[in-house]
C-alpha cells in the first residue's frame, strides 16, 4: 500500500513519466507500418497497379494483418480517438483490397468457361424446364389460333407494309423471303443490331423475373406464340420444314439463350417465393449469383445467334445446311452445358 | 450536429472480417446515391453524345472521300462503313450495359460518380466482392431506371389506366431502396451486395506527444500543469473524447468554455490567456490515468461511472 500514500511530489513525477504515454509510444513505433500500408492502398485504389513494386504486392496482406493487429491492441490500450478512427478506415480499405474483386478479366473468363457457365446452367434445371414447356406451349398455342381462324395471324404476327408473309400467301413469295438474293448487303450491320436488341431483351427478360418470376413466363409464351403463327403460316404452303430450317440456323442459339433468360428470371423469382430454410435475402443472393453466370452466357450466346442469322442463315441457302448447323450447334450448347462437368479450382464467389 | 447525429447511426453497421475484428461500415444514404447516379448518366449521355457526333463525322467523311451517293458505294468505302456502324452499335451496347460494371469491377468498387460522392460497393455480411454480384446488381437497371422512365413519358403521352398501372408497377422497383432498412436497390438484393460509404483516413497528430502536452509546461507562461489523482478522477472516457475534440477543432470559445468549467470542477481558480496549454496538459495527463486503468481492466465510460 506504500505505493499509494506517495507525497504530492513523487506523484507529480510519476505525471510526467506517465506524459509520454505508452499508447504514443505505441503508435510511435508502428506509425512507418501504418503509413506504409496507407501508400500501397492508396496506390492501388487509384488503379495505378503499374506503379506498384512487387514488394508493395507481396506485403500488402502481411501490412493488412498488422495493421489489423495493430487495431486491436489500440482498442484495448489507446484513448486516442483520432488514431482508433484512422486505424478502422485504414483496415476497412486495406480489407476492400485485399478481400476484393482480385481476379483479372481473363482469369474469370478462364473459369467462366472452364466450368462455372455450365454448372450455374445445370443448376437451374428445373426453371429451364418450365420455360421449355411454356414456350411449347406457346408454339402450339399460336399454331392452334390460327388454324382455328386465319385472322388470328395478323392479331400475332401485325404484317409490316410489303411483307409477304400472310394467310394466303403463295409459295414462291414464302420462299422468297426464305431463299431471296436480295438484301445481302450490310448482312454483318443486320448481325450487329441484331445481337443488340436481342441482348437488351434477354435482360429484360432476366431482370423482370425479380418480380416474383411471373413477367418471363408471359413474355416466354407471348414470344412463341409468333413462332407458332409462323410455322402455321409456312405449313399451309407445304415449307414447314424450309421455315424450320430457315429459323433453325440461328433460332436453336437465340431460343436457347431466350430460354435460359428466362429461366434465369424464374429462378431467381421462385428463390424469393420460396426461400427455403434461409432469409430471402439470403436465398435472393445466392440465386442472383448464379442467375448472373448464366446471363453472361446468354449474352455471348446471344452475340453467336446475331451472327448466325444475319451471316449465316443469308450466306447458306439451302435447307438441309442450315438444319444441319443449327442442330450441331444446338448439340454443341447440350453438350457443352450438362455433359462437362470440370468443378473448378477455385472461386472468389465464396 | 445533434440533429444529424441520429440519422447517422441509422445508417451503422458493423462488419466482421475473417480475423475476427469488427469494423464500423456506414450505409452510403439515398440522397448521396442518387447524385452518384444523375453524375453517371451525365457522363455516359456526354459520352454517347460525343461518340455519336464522332461516328457521324467519320461517316460523313468517308462519304465525302468516295464522293458518291451511298447506293452506289462499293469495296473498301462500303466495308468502312460498315464496319463504322458495327463498332457504333458494339460501343452503344457497351456503354449501357458495361460502364457500370466495368468501374464496379474495379479496386475501387465504384463508379465515377460514387468516387465523387465518396461511395462504394460492397458485400453485405462482409464476404468478398465477387464478379458475380457485380454482374448480377447491374442487371437490373433495366427495370430499375429505364423502365420507370419510359413509362413516366408513356403517362406523359396520355397513356391512360395501362400507362398508370404499369407507372406504379415499376415505381415499386426504382422506389425500392425506400422500402428497406438497409436501403437496398432491387440489383442490390439479387446481388447480396449494399453501398457504403467510402472510408477516408487521414491520421491527426497525436495530442498528447506536443512539448506542452508531454511537460505539462505551458511555453507560453512557463505555468507548470500538473493534476492529482481525485483532480483527475473526475471524468471518464467519453469526457476525453469531447476534450479532444474540442482541441482539434481549436476554436477559441469553445476552449474557454471547457476551460472554465474543468477549473469549476476541479476547484482551481481559471486564468486566462493560457486555456490551450491548460487543456493539452489536462487531456494528456487524464489519458494517461484512463489508459492505465485500462491496462488493469478498470474502464471508466464518463464521469457519472
Same mark, same amino acid.
Given at each position: ?12 513525477? #510519476?505525471?510526467?513519466?506517465? #506524459? ?11 506509425e512507418p507500418d501504418w503509413k506504409r500500408l496507407e501508400a500501397i492502398v492508396t496506390r492501388m485504389e487509384k488503379g495505378r497497379l503499374r506503379r506498384i513494386s512487387d514488394a508493395d504486392v507481396l506485403a500488402l496482406p502481411v501490412l493488412y494483418r498488422t495493421v489489423a493487429?495493430s487495431l ?13 478512427a484512422y486505424l478502422e478506415s485504414l483496415v476497412q480499405r486495406a480489407w476492400f483490397l485485399v478481400y476484393g474483386p482480385r481476379t483479372t478479366l481473363w482469369s474469370w473468363l478462364g473459369r467462366f468457361f472452364?466450368?462455372e ?13 418450365? *420455360?421449355? *414447356? ?19 395471324? @395478323? *392479331? %400475332? ?13 403463295? #409459295? ?54 409468333? %413462332? ?23 433460332? $436453336? $442459339? ?31 443472393? *445466392?440465386?442472383?449469383q448464379?442467375?448472373a453466370v448464366?446471363m453472361a452466357?446468354?449474352v455471348l ?17 439451302? $435447307? ?6 443449327? @442442330? ?5 450448347? %447440350? ?9 473448378p479450382?477455385t472461386s472468389d464467389a465464396e | ?14 462488419l466482421?472480417t475473417p480475423e475476427?475484428i469488427?469494423l464500423p461500415l456506414v450505409l452510403a444514404s439515398?440522397?448521396t446515391r442518387f447524385g452518384a447516379l444523375l453524375i453517371d448518366l451525365v457522363i455516359i449521355v456526354l459520352a454517347v453524345i460525343l461518340i455519336?457526333?464522332a ?18 458505294? !462499293? ?6 462503313? !460498315?464496319?463504322?456502324? =458495327?463498332l457504333?452499335?458494339a460501343v452503344m451496347f457497351l456503354f449501357r450495359h458495361g460502364y457500370f460494371l466495368f468501374f464496379e469491377l474495379g479496386a475501387r468498387g465504384a463508379t465515377p460518380g460514387k468516387r465523387a460522392t465518396g461511395i462504394r460497393v460492397a458485400a453485405r455480411g462482409g464476404g468478398r466482392l465477387s464478379t458475380e454480384m457485380v454482374l448480377a446488381r447491374n442487371l437490373l437497371r433495366?427495370?430499375?431506371l ?5 413509362? =413516366? ?16 408497377? &415499376?415505381?415499386?422497383?426504382? &422506389? ?9 436497390r432491387?440489383g442490390d438484393?439479387?446481388a447480396g451486395t449494399w453501398v457504403v460509404e467510402a472510408p477516408k483516413s487521414k491520421l ?24 492529482? !489523482? ?6 471518464? !472516457? ?23 468549467? =474543468? ?43
Amino acid at each position: 500500500m506504500a505505493i499509494f500514500s506517495l507525497s504530492k511530489e513523487a506523484k507529480s513525477e #510519476a505525471a510526467i513519466e506517465a #506524459a509520454a504515454l505508452r499508447s504514443d509510444r505505441f503508435r510511435q513505433e508502428r506509425e512507418p507500418d501504418w503509413k506504409r500500408l496507407e501508400a500501397i492502398v492508396t496506390r492501388m485504389e487509384k488503379g495505378r497497379l503499374r506503379r506498384i513494386s512487387d514488394a508493395d504486392v507481396l506485403a500488402l496482406p502481411v501490412l493488412y494483418r498488422t495493421v489489423a493487429s495493430s487495431l486491436s491492441v489500440a482498442r484495448e490500450t489507446s484513448l486516442d480517438a483520432a488514431t482508433l478512427a484512422y486505424l478502422e478506415s485504414l483496415v476497412q480499405r486495406a480489407w476492400f483490397l485485399v478481400y476484393g474483386p482480385r481476379t483479372t478479366l481473363w482469369s474469370w473468363l478462364g473459369r467462366f468457361f472452364g466450368g462455372e457457365w455450365s454448372r450455374a446452367v445445370r443448376s437451374i434445371w428445373k426453371e429451364m424446364a418450365v *420455360a421449355l *414447356a411454356l414456350m411449347v406451349a406457346g408454339t402450339v398455342i399460336g399454331w392452334q389460333l390460327c388454324a382455328m381462324d386465319p385472322d388470328w395471324y @395478323y *392479331a %400475332l404476327f401485325p404484317a409490316e407494309g410489303g411483307d409477304p408473309r400472310v394467310p394466303g400467301a403463295s #409459295a414462291e413469295a414464302l420462299k422468297e423471303v426464305m431463299f431471296g438474293k436480295e438484301g445481302k448487303d450490310g448482312l454483318s450491320v443486320f448481325a450487329a443490331s441484331l445481337f443488340s436488341h436481342n441482348a437488351g431483351v434477354a435482360i429484360l427478360c432476366f431482370a423482370l423475373g425479380f418480380a416474383f418470376g411471373i413477367p418471363p413466363l408471359l413474355l416466354l409464351i407471348q414470344n412463341t406464340t409468333l %413462332l407458332g403463327a409462323l410455322l402455321w403460316l409456312h405449313d399451309e404452303q407445304g415449307l414447314l420444314i424450309d421455315i424450320v430450317g430457315w429459323l433453325s440456323i440461328h433460332g $436453336t $442459339t437465340e431460343l436457347f439463350a431466350i430460354l435460359l433468360a428466362g429461366a434465369a428470371g424464374l429462378h431467381v423469382g421462385r428463390s424469393m417465393a420460396f426461400p427455403g430454410d434461409r432469409s430471402v435475402l439470403e436465398a435472393a443472393a *445466392a440465386a442472383g449469383q448464379r442467375a448472373a453466370v448464366v446471363m453472361a452466357g446468354v449474352v455471348l450466346m446471344l452475340v453467336c445467334a446475331g451472327m448466325l442469322e444475319g451471316l449465316g442463315r443469308q450466306l447458306i441457302n439451302d $435447307t438441309t445446311q442450315r438444319l444441319v448447323v443449327g @442442330y450441331a450447334i444446338l448439340a454443341f450448347w %447440350l453438350a457443352y452445358f450438362f455433359l462437362f462437368h470440370r468443378v473448378p479450382a477455385t472461386s472468389d464467389a465464396e | 450536429m445533434s440533429t444529424a447525429q441520429p440519422k447517422r447511426s441509422d445508417r451503422r453497421r458493423t462488419l466482421v472480417t475473417p480475423e475476427g475484428i469488427a469494423l464500423p461500415l456506414v450505409l452510403a444514404s439515398r440522397g448521396t446515391r442518387f447524385g452518384a447516379l444523375l453524375i453517371d448518366l451525365v457522363i455516359i449521355v456526354l459520352a454517347v453524345i460525343l461518340i455519336t457526333a464522332a461516328a457521324i463525322y467519320s461517316g460523313v467523311g468517308l462519304l465525302g472521300m468516295a464522293g458518291k451517293e451511298f447506293d452506289k458505294l !462499293e469495296g473498301s468505302v462500303k466495308y468502312s462503313l !460498315e464496319f463504322l456502324v =458495327i463498332l457504333y452499335i458494339a460501343v452503344m451496347f457497351l456503354f449501357r450495359h458495361g460502364y457500370f460494371l466495368f468501374f464496379e469491377l474495379g479496386a475501387r468498387g465504384a463508379t465515377p460518380g460514387k468516387r465523387a460522392t465518396g461511395i462504394r460497393v460492397a458485400a453485405r455480411g462482409g464476404g468478398r466482392l465477387s464478379t458475380e454480384m457485380v454482374l448480377a446488381r447491374n442487371l437490373l437497371r433495366d427495370v430499375e431506371l429505364i423502365l420507370p422512365i419510359a413509362a =413516366i413519358f408513356s403517362v406523359l403521352d396520355g397513356g391512360g389506366v395501362t400507362a398508370w398501372i404499369a407507372l406504379a408497377w &415499376l415505381a415499386v422497383f426504382a &422506389l425500392f431502396p425506400f422500402f428497406n432498412h438497409d436501403r437496398l436497390r432491387a440489383g442490390d438484393l439479387v446481388a447480396g451486395t449494399w453501398v457504403v460509404e467510402a472510408p477516408k483516413s487521414k491520421l491527426e497528430v497525436a495530442l498528447s506527444t506536443g512539448e506542452t502536452a508531454a511537460s505539462g509546461t505551458s511555453r507560453a507562461t512557463g505555468a507548470s500543469y500538473r493534476f492529482g !489523482e481525485e483532480e483527475l478522477a473526475i471524468y471518464g !472516457e467519453y469526457e476525453l473524447q469531447t476534450l479532444e475534440r474540442v482541441l482539434r477543432e481549436n476554436r477559441s470559445e469553445a476552449l474557454v468554455a471547457v476551460h472554465e468549467a =474543468i477549473c469549476r470542477k476541479i476547484g482551481w481558480n481559471p486564468g486566462t490567456g493560457d486555456e490551450r496549454a491548460f487543456l493539452e496538459a489536462y487531456y494528456t495527463q487524464l489519458r494517461a490515468r484512463l489508459e492505465s486503468g485500462m491496462r488493469m481492466g478498470q474502464r471508466k465510460a464518463d464521469k457519472h461511472a
